[in-house]
């Protein structure tokens, strides 16, 4: 079955600096992907999305790398700030009309 | 442009009393709406998800159950509230149609089941 992981539970990046979290999924392919913020008592906020015919997407501050060989999907958040602290998930769409998310990534911002 | 309500934004409950969340959006028609529930330091798992009124898919056995009385209204409830439930609770909407889109969060529901 589908599935979204993530390769580690916690990131600490150095105020400036930049961070990479990274997401896996296995089996079916995705048409869709998109990376959700969330922070502490707060819902999901929705940060960048990519479709399975792109393998890179930029915004402001974040990019989205999607490498569908080795089925895995990477977030770049440039010259991070204390505001980018927070628990960042990734989510799939395998073709069900519904969204698989992973785990999510604890991002620490050190001052 | 369209918002995401959910109330009451935190709620203590005894184990065996009911349970009613309500979830409304604003700005939009006919979408698709779903329930998550989030586990302390977990992830998102999908309750319930809806494309029109009245229609109402369950994801997981539950103690829980969900409807749709109007458009732009979702309400998850509980006949007799177990310890198990307690969690943070997530209403998401998006567009219908489209196959594959995004999904756009409320605030949340805190429920603490004591």
């Known amino acids: 079955g589908e599935s979204v992981g993530l390769h580690l539970p916690t990131l600490s990046v150095q105020e400036g600096d930049n961070s990479i979290i990274n997401c896996a999924y296995s089996n079916s392919a995705s048409d869709y992907f998109i990376w959700y913020k969330q922070e502490s008592g707060k819902g999901p906020q929705f940060i960048i999305d990519?479709?399975?015919?792109?393998d890179k997407r930029q915004g402001q501050r974040v990019t989205v790398l999607l490498n569908k060989t080795v089925k895995h999907l990477s977030l770049q958040i440039a010259a991070t700030q204390p505001g980018d602290s927070a628990v960042y998930f990734c989510?799939?769409?395998?073709?069900?009309?519904?969204?698989?998310f992973g785990t999510g990534t604890r991002l620490t911002i050190i001052p | 442009s369209q918002t995401i309500h959910q109330w009451p934004a935190t709620l203590v409950q005894p184990v065996g009393s009911p349970l009613s969340l309500e979830c409304t959006v604003e700005?939009?028609?006919?979408?698709?709406l779903y329930w998550y529930r989030q586990a302390a330091g977990r992830g998102l798992q999908l309750l319930f998800y809806?494309?029109?009124?009245?229609?109402i898919s369950s994801e997981v056995p539950q103690n829980l159950s969900a409807s749709r009385p109007q458009d732009r209204q979702f309400i998850l409830s509980s006949k007799k509230l177990l310890l198990s439930d307690s969690g943070f609770y997530l209403c998401a909407w998006s567009v219908a149609g489209l196959g594959t889109d995004t999904q756009y969060f409320g605030p949340g529901t805190r429920l603490t089941v004591l």
């Open positions: 809806s494309v029109g009124i009245g229609q």
């Open positions: 990519i479709r399975s015919n792109m």
């Open positions: 700005g939009t028609s006919n979408p698709n």
């Open positions: 989510a799939g769409d395998f073709g069900n009309e519904k969204l698989t």
